[in-house]
């Protein structure tokens, strides 16, 4: 199964924000919608980084203080890491486990494709794992023809 199988089931929708927002902002947006992330886009409209709940809860720690004047282009993770619609989810899976990152941008030919969450990816998975269970017991207690 590839990226683009998830994207197919869960659309290609991707929740922005731009980067001179505040990060109160973004903790409504991501209330709002109930998703713990958004990608951030820059005055051209270029994406520019993405912000998570980890990005705002470290902020949060650092400096209580000033919190609430924050710039989200000031707290984001700007080293993007991302997927193709064309990848494994094998490979997506190594990727979010080594970098211990939980949301993916799919990007193809530099345009925005969707986001993939490791709640998508734990979904396809559990549904293999149940499909692939069945067929195991079916097999062993004899309902296939021999
Ligand atoms: N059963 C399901 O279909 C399913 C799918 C995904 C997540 N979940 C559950 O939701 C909870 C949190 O999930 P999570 O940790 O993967 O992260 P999350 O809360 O960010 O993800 C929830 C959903 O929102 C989507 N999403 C996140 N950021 C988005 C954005 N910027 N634009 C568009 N869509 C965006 C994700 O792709 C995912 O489908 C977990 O409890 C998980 O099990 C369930």
Redesign the pocket.
């Known amino acids: 199964m590839k990226v683009k199988d998830i994207l197919k089931d869960?659309g290609t929708?991707?929740?922005?924000i731009g980067a001179e927002k505040t990060i109160c902002d973004a903790v409504k947006i991501l209330v709002e919608?109930?998703?713990?992330?958004?990608?951030v886009k820059d005055e051209k409209g270029n994406i520019a980084g993405i912000i998570t709940e980890r990005d705002i809860l470290k902020q949060c720690n650092q400096c209580l203080e000033s919190f609430s004047e924050m710039k989200v282009g000031d707290v984001m993770t700007k080293n993007l890491i991302v997927a193709s619609p064309d990848d494994d989810l094998d490979y997506v899976e190594n990727i979010m486990t080594q970098n211990r990152v939980?949301?993916l941008p799919i990007i193809l030919n530099k345009k925005l494709e969707?986001?993939?969450?490791?709640?998508?990816l734990?979904?396809v998975l559990r549904g293999e794992c149940k499909v692939e269970n069945r067929y195991l017991k079916d097999y062993i207690s004899g309902k296939y023809p021999v």
């Open positions: 869960k929708e991707v929740a922005t919608k109930n998703i713990g992330s958004l990608l939980r949301h969707g986001i993939i969450s490791i709640g998508d734990v979904n």
